[in-house]
């Protein structure tokens, strides 16, 4: 993979069209096949490379047309996984009046936002990420980045007691089939030359940043976190580790992507404080680069950054929830600041998150993330003439 200085990316979803989300709800009703939401969904994704490619982007997504959500979407690939509403899962949780609460403070609509439960053993009835990463390269020359939930992640959301216990007494015990499960779909992705994996971890800031209630958060409906934040780092940790263990170095770039939530528009809402509590894990995690938060106040010190064990930064640099189109020298300027605890290599530019988290919830419209993506791409052009002269 050849790819300039500073070179810009997604992070993975985009907003999907009308059609797409008309085409979700027919093949979840049985109103139309597998193949016929498979060819709508083909042709939105060559409009989002189109949008990417002519913004002048460096590593191009599929913009995860076919996936409900960042996470959800593995119900359809797992044998034994149950797709439950938020409010579905208010059935399985003892304190509902107190889950409610937080739902309403997170400003998180209980019946629009899904979530995978394990209700037997797990194993893949078809890849995860690789079919559409195929359909993808066949249309591009671009280097391509595919997105998919972290070993951590599905297993803090998959594990429900009420679902999972009788195949999964722990959740622990439910994580050696989850890292199985990531390890073949990340081996397939490699031999098929996919230039850039990145794994999605949010969970981690809610761990430390969540003060009442930590064990809850709306991304992962199961309540199975330890008391002490501590633990469960080093169990993220671990997993992630064994996921990549043996995987680096083989032509493919693994990051693993920490933010802050992105499931509102209101600021205030969601999570925020600066890296350092989760040092221990980023500094130690095996993989190339680490895919940050930076675009916004929330994200606190950026000079935590030097404490990372001088891994590859995927900067955020826009919000992908705000109508407003950052100043292209506003992201050079903040660039020029990384570039004092990095060398100019190790730097990506990207959004915050992603476009279109939730496909019934996006973030924002197709017009205004192509218009912040040219604002990265005419920063990483000022960046590069900065370095010439």
Request: overall charge negative; some cysteine; aromatic content about 8%.
């Amino acid at each position: 993979m050849t790819l300039p200085k500073f070179p810009v990316t997604v992070i993975g979803s985009w907003p999907r069209s009308p059609e797409v989300k008309r085409a979700m709800r027919d093949k979840r009703a049985g109103r139309i096949s597998e193949e016929e939401f498979q060819a709508i969904a083909d042709t939105a994704v060559l409009q989002i490379l189109k949008w990417q490619e002519e913004a002048g982007i460096d590593i191009v997504s599929d913009g995860e047309q076919r996936r409900d959500n960042y996470i959800s979407f593995v119900a359809e690939h797992l044998h034994n996984v149950r797709m439950l509403t938020v409010s579905e899962l208010l059935e399985y949780i003892e304190d509902k009046s107190s889950f409610e609460e937080i739902l309403g403070t997170l400003d998180v609509p209980a019946f629009s936002m899904s979530n995978p439960a394990a209700c037997g053993k797990i194993s893949r009835k078809k890849p995860l990420a690789l079919d559409d990463f195929l359909f993808l390269k066949k249309h591009t020359d671009k280097a391509v980045k595919v997105s998919m939930p972290g070993p951590y992640l599905l297993t803090r959301s998959m594990w429900v007691e009420g679902l999972s216990k009788d195949a999964y007494p722990t959740k622990e015990d439910l994580a050696v089939d989850i890292v199985k499960v990531l390890r073949e779909e990340l081996e397939e992705l490699v031999a098929a030359g996919v230039e850039f994996v990145q794994f999605d971890e949010p969970v981690l800031t809610e761990l430390v940043f969540t003060q009442k209630n930590a064990n809850r958060t709306f991304m992962c409906g199961a309540l199975t976190a330890k008391a002490d934040a501590e633990q469960e780092i080093a169990f993220a940790l671990d997993l992630m580790n064994q996921v990549t263990e043996g995987m680096l170095g083989r032509g493919t770039k693994i990051g693993v992507h920490v933010c802050r939530g992105n499931w509102s528009t209101q600021e205030q809402v969601l999570l925020r404080g600066p890296y350092y509590p989760l040092i221990p894990y980023l500094a130690n995690v095996n993989v190339d680069q680490l895919i940050l938060e930076y675009a916004t106040p929330r994200a606190g010190e950026l000079d935590a950054i030097r404490e990372f064990g001088g891994k590859e930064i995927g900067l955020g640099v826009v919000n992908p929830r705000t109508e407003e189109i950052e100043e292209v020298e506003a992201i050079v300027a903040r660039v020029q600041e990384v570039r004092k605890y990095l060398p100019d290599a190790k730097i990506f530019l990207n959004p915050d998150c992603g476009f279109g988290t939730f496909a019934q919830r996006p973030m924002n419209s197709d017009e205004i993330a192509v218009e912040k993506l040219k604002a990265m791409v005419a920063a990483a052009k000022k960046l590069r003439e900065i370095v010439l002269v």
